[in-house]
């Protein structure tokens, strides 16, 4: 009697049992298609006014393209949104024309062609009150207009102030945005690039530029990830915050019409997805169980496992490149404590940077007296010695700078300061917490200034936190590692007055930096180039705002099954456009 | 009436098993090492990373005898400033959650909610706790608390009784230890201390705010049953005073369940304080804590003295505690 009441749900449970298997085993496969790659942390944003982070960066370079793009493997910039390299002529002494021509092939998602007015509508949106471009709007400041033709819409020419090879670059080297899908009411072509560069902070807001900011920054807040515009390869299919970020090729993208596509334009993979894991040992976990296919800035110590034990020898891949990331110290030269060069000079040589990079990068890495590499030698200035490790000269610099150690052991080192007051020299020092390298590095200074009665305290910041606790100056020394590149000496952002309280860290002004800043971003010629940017590394380890500790190599890591990654030592290490995955092998019945 | 006890008494009169012996003598000895690690001949400082020994198992490299985790750092002494750590935490933690929990769930046991406090105490206790917390216009606080000592002051100089008003301590006792008790604890301090971050005194305060509530209640469910006995009747009868019967016979007998709860907090307290460091909350980095050291597997896996001494460590005086918590008296 029971036997066929229970057959019933019986079967009724198999048929679940085998639906939710099937379910689970379907939506793994279609997840294996896509090429995974680890991230460190979120990228916070994608606005392309505001990239914050590498993974911003990174985002956005899928998502929308620029006019040229330097190529990962041979270091030179190459055409993508734009035809060809620029032409460049030289006008009187003071300015210069780059003129673009667009690809005829070149297009929207909706078909619509890009045109110089995109380009116009982009430069215009740099200075637009009301967004977040204060970063952008002093990299390209230099900009005076850009000229379109009806006639020949696709052609176009930027006018620089100034004439600087550098110019060249900078002018193909930013997202380019459709002005009909995020300025449709046209309210930005009102406005000539002049009058929203010399906008003054305190002019009375306009009603059409606070709409236009508004409808643009709810479009990046509020877009479905699918309908965010672009002209790249790739559209954002889910971003799920602290977690992934799924990418889709777009089926029908305008660069699939160029036949050979150069390598900068190919994106082969169907499906990208970038897994945020912070920890290092979760994301080696993944690599090794699959579930991870490209980790790129390994660690040295977990690559050198990987690479040594025959297991993972066998099913990785390892790559190392040199890099252009520069481990730093950073003052926070507001602080009365740190306003003096001869007290930061005293604490950069409690800094072993040797011994740290043996340690943490196994001997790999270049030492450097500076943010240019030593890679590039026509840059890099050899006449300047590197920071030593010495902590009696730091007692002897402080002293320099009128610190008096106290008698009294442990009392520390004071000095005294305006209206009577005395000073002490003790200091906080932030790093992102959870990085090894920036944990051991502030360890060092720690236990180097602990015998010279400097306390110091750590305090490691949550990396959501961090860059905004820069921001707002809220610490006294910092570690990071800063990410450049060979081709742009632009360092108004970090270094210069305009970027205090935006990228400028530290605080750091002086007229001769400034003016030696804006010297080297309008040089005329790479040979005055070259002297300016030597001159400015002897000014700032004279200066010492910020400590170079060493260049970091490259270490990127990915699954053997993987063919046509290109790795290089420009940021981010690989170019992810070009991945390929081998088809598994079939089992067999 | 029955001689109460003394207040300490709680602590004599312990018969030991061998096993609680050993456990008691490796808490003492854990308690020694804490008390003179700065005098002990350890070879390195806990903070110092040694950059020419990263990682480096037990034995392989000079004088590193227990190994140096992914940062240098001398294992051994991270094991032994770790337990100056844990027990400068952890114990004072629990005895400061037992002092909490064992008042307020004695007075809530004894006085339920019939206890009425003086105008004046209500004035001091409001503007006291406006002005701790810091409430919009904290002067308001000081002043309220000025008035409520100066209306004491004149009630007892012209000895005239003040009007009361009602305090339902048990209420409030219990509402409050209820209300902490709905949200795990490791949650409670991880917002916490993720908010506002903290010092050692401040992890210090926000461990006792999680801890007295098993306390008050283990307490109160005492006292509950303790005020019924003869001897308080007796001590009315004989016309002390309510709060002399409370501290002086209720209590001791009320506080006789910590004898267990308190081994068992501090153990709780170790692994809080531990998992906190192991998650890189609360303590500073440069403080030895043997939950950091077991967090620095996760960047060198291979390392496993990093993982070994601190948990053995910890196993062995969680063990310790629970084992001392079973401990019976003579006259059980």
Not at chain 1, 62 to 69: G, V
Not at chain 1, 292 to 314: C, G, N, S
Request: with cysteine; charged share 15%; net charge positive.
């Amino acid at each position: 009697m029971l036997v066929p009441k229970k057959n019933p749900s019986g079967v009724l449970l198999w048929l679940i049992f085998s639906s939710l298997l099937a379910c689970s085993c379907s939506s793994k496969g279609s997840s294996h298609e896509a090429i995974r790659i680890r991230w460190v942390h979120d990228p916070e944003t994608i606005n392309p006014m505001a990239l914050t982070n590498q993974a911003a960066i990174e985002v956005n370079n899928l998502l929308h393209l620029s006019l040229i793009q330097a190529n990962l493997t041979n270091h030179q910039y190459v055409p993508a949104l734009a035809a060809a390299l620029p032409e460049v002529r030289l006008v009187g002494d003071s300015l210069m024309h780059i003129t673009y021509e667009l690809r005829p092939v070149a297009a929207w998602d909706d078909g619509r062609p890009i045109l110089g007015s995109d380009v116009a509508f982009t430069v215009k949106l740099m200075f637009c009150p009301g967004l977040p471009n204060e970063v952008v709007r002093n990299q390209y400041h230099f900009i005076k207009a850009v000229i379109t033709d009806p006639a020949t819409p696709r052609r176009f020419t930027i006018v620089c102030r100034g004439q600087a090879p550098e110019y060249v670059k900078a002018t193909g080297d930013f997202c380019i945005l459709p002005a009909a899908t995020l300025d449709p009411a046209g309210r930005l072509s009102r406005f000539t690039l002049a009058e929203l560069q010399h906008r003054a902070p305190t002019a009375p807001a306009d009603t059409a530029l606070q709409a236009l900011a508004r409808q643009y920054q709810q479009g990046y807040a509020g877009h479905p990830p699918g309908q965010l515009p672009g002209c790249g390869p790739y559209e954002l299919v889910t971003w799920e915050k602290d977690r992934f970020l799924h990418l889709r090729r777009k089926s029908h993208w305008w660069a699939d019409q160029l036949h050979p596509a150069p390598l900068m334009l190919r994106a082969k993979p169907q499906q990208l997805e970038y897994v945020i894991i912070p920890d290092v040992a979760t994301a080696i976990l993944a690599l090794r169980r699959g579930e991870l296919d490209v980790f790129p800035q390994m660690p040295a110590r977990e690559f050198e496992r990987l690479r040594t034990a025959p297991a993972t020898r066998a099913a990785l891949q390892f790559y190392t490149t040199d890099s252009y990331n520069v481990v730093t110290a950073g003052f926070n030269t507001s602080r009365p404590v740190l306003a003096d060069a001869a007290t930061r000079r005293a604490l950069s040589r409690c800094f072993d940077a040797g011994r740290l990079m043996k340690a943490t990068q196994l001997g790999a890495g270049q030492r450097t007296v500076g943010f240019i590499s030593p890679s590039d030698t026509a840059n890099y200035n050899r006449a300047l010695a590197l920071i030593p490790f010495d902590p009696i000269q730091a007692a002897a610099l402080l002293r320099q700078g009128g610190w008096r150690r106290a008698a009294a052991p442990t009392a520390g080192w004071f000095r005294p300061g305006p209206a009577g007051t005395s000073q002490q020299l003790r200091l906080t020092m932030r790093y992102r917490a959870g990085d090894p390298l920036l944990t051991t590095i502030a360890l060092q200074f720690q236990a180097a200034t602990a015998p010279l009665d400097i306390p110091v305290s750590l305090l490691p910041t949550e990396a959501g936190s961090f860059s905004e606790v820069l921001r707002v100056g809220d610490f006294d020394m910092y570690a990071q590692v800063l990410k450049g590149n060979p081709f742009m000496f632009n360092f108004t952002p970090f270094l210069h007055s305009k970027g205090i309280g935006v990228g400028n860290f530290t605080r750091f002004t002086t007229p001769a930096s400034d003016r030696l800043i804006e010297a080297i971003a309008t040089a005329s010629s790479n040979a005055s180039r070259q002297r300016l940017l030597r001159q400015f590394q002897a000014l700032m380890q004279q200066e010492m705002p910020m400590v170079p500790l060493f260049f970091l190599p490259s270490r990127t890591v990915a699954d053997k099954r993987l063919s046509g990654l290109n790795v290089g030592s420009l940021k981010p290490g690989y170019l992810a456009t070009t991945i390929v995955r081998a088809a598994r092998a079939t089992p067999a019945p | 009436m029955g001689r109460p006890p003394h207040p300490l008494a709680v602590l004599t009169a312990f018969r030991f098993t061998w096993w609680q012996r050993l456990a008691l003598g490796w808490l003492v000895l854990l308690v020694l090492v804490a008390a003179v690690a700065p005098l002990l001949p350890l070879p390195y400082p806990p903070g110092l990373p040694d950059l020419a020994n990263m990682a480096v198992p037990p034995f392989s490299a000079a004088r590193h005898w227990l190994g140096t985790d992914p940062q240098g750092r001398d294992v051994l002494s991270i094991l032994v400033y770790g337990a100056r750590t844990a027990v400068l935490l952890t114990l004072p933690a629990a005895l400061l959650a037992a002092l909490v929990g064992g008042l307020a769930g004695a007075a809530a046991g004894f006085w339920e909610n019939s206890a009425r406090v003086p105008l004046a105490y209500w004035l001091v206790g409001t503007g006291g706790t406006w002005w701790v917390l810091q409430l919009p216009l904290p002067m308001l606080g000081l002043g309220l608390m000025l008035i409520g000592a100066l209306l004491a002051l004149l009630a007892r100089l012209q000895n005239r009784p003040l009007p009361t008003w009602p305090l339902p301590v048990d209420a409030l006792v219990v509402g409050t230890a209820t209300a902490l008790d709905t949200i795990p604890r490791l949650i409670v301090v991880v917002a916490v201390v993720a908010s506002i971050g903290l010092s050692a005194p401040g992890l210090l305060a926000v461990m006792v705010l999680t801890a007295w509530p098993p306390m008050a209640r283990l307490v109160r469910a005492q006292m509950l049953r303790v005020r019924q006995l003869p001897f308080i009747e007796a001590a009315r009868a004989a016309g002390l005073p309510e709060r002399q019967i409370w501290f002086r016979h209720a209590l001791p007998h009320a506080l006789h369940p910590l004898r267990t709860a308190l081994p068992l907090s501090v153990a709780g307290l170790l692994g809080l304080e531990s998992t906190l460091s192991f998650l890189g909350i609360g303590l500073p980095p440069e403080v030895a804590s043997w939950g950091r050291l077991l967090a620095t597997v996760r960047d060198e896996p291979s390392a496993w003295w990093a993982l070994l001494f601190p948990s053995l460590l910890l196993t062995l005086s969680i063990l310790s505690l629970n084992t001392l918590s079973r401990m019976s008296t003579s006259r059980a």
